[in-house]
């Protein structure tokens, strides 16, 4: 299930259920959507990403979904492993001369053996 | 892929002194670096935009006289945390672009300020 934590929500699956974590961005202008993952002490690491003129997008396990209309983003991990445990973020990047990453508050994903 | 890195990966130091880390892109041209922060159990906050060979852009409410960037070459960026005090004490990311859009980040910096 989901909980609120004092600054990260977490999500709890057992290994090898599938993983919904969602994201609401802010800005309706935004055009280019990445999700990170993010282990503990490291920086972010690349997922998936999908531009604004598509709604779906899939990779190796991991499937992207934008809503525009409720400027609203998912990434689906399919068979969760334990390797995925780590706090997933969303960004939003305005496509202008800055490509300035505005990142959301994050999700702790933990997977259960 | 593209390779990040950032030195020093952890420093400690006494207050008010000051610390420099780097940021290289490794295998390409960064025409762009971003420098963030991230405090524990929080999000990134972008503090600064660095394009090679002009002043960093700032967001609001980073103070540019503490936060010095500078952004030299096509490969580095440095970011120098000057009169460090205990407030400053954060995990440090930098990120680089480069022709393409994907941003690829380096594996951070913990400082912490005593």
């Known amino acids: 299930g989901e909980s609120v934590g004092l600054h990260l929500p977490t999500l709890s699956v057992q290994e090898g259920d599938n993983s919904i974590i969602n994201c609401a961005y802010s800005?309706?202008?935004?055009?280019?959507f990445i999700w990170y993952k993010q282990e503990s002490g490291k920086g972010p690491q690349f997922i998936i990403d999908?531009?604004?003129?598509?709604d779906k997008r899939q990779g190796q396990r991991v499937t992207v979904l934008l809503n525009k209309t409720v400027k609203h983003l998912s990434l689906q991990i399919a068979a969760t492993q334990p390797g995925d445990s780590a706090v997933y973020f969303c960004?939003?990047?305005?496509?202008?001369?800055?490509?300035?990453?505005?990142f959301g508050s994050g999700t702790r994903l933990l997977v259960r053996p | 892929g593209a390779v990040v890195s950032q030195h020093p990966s952890w420093v400690i130091c006494k207050s008010g002194t000051s610390v420099k880390i780097e940021c290289r892109s490794l295998?390409?041209?960064?025409?762009?670096m971003f420098w963030y922060r991230q405090f524990p159990k929080q999000s990134l906050m972008l503090m600064a935009t660095?394009?090679?060979?002009?002043?960093?852009?700032?967001e609001q409410g980073v103070e540019k006289d503490k936060f010095l960037i500078n952004h030299a070459s096509l490969t580095l960026s440095t970011l120098t945390v000057t009169s460090a005090h205990p407030e400053d004490s954060s995990f440090y990311i930098c990120?680089?672009?480069?022709?393409?859009?994907?941003?690829?980040f380096g594996p951070g910096t913990r400082l912490t300020v005593l």
């Open positions: 960004a939003e990047i305005l496509m202008d001369s800055s490509y300035k990453l505005i």
């Open positions: 999908i531009r604004s003129n598509m």
């Open positions: 295998d390409f041209q960064a025409t762009t």
């Open positions: 800005n309706s202008a935004s055009d280019y």
């Open positions: 990120s680089a672009r480069g022709n393409l859009d994907t941003q690829y």
């Open positions: 660095s394009n090679e060979g002009s002043k960093a852009t700032y």
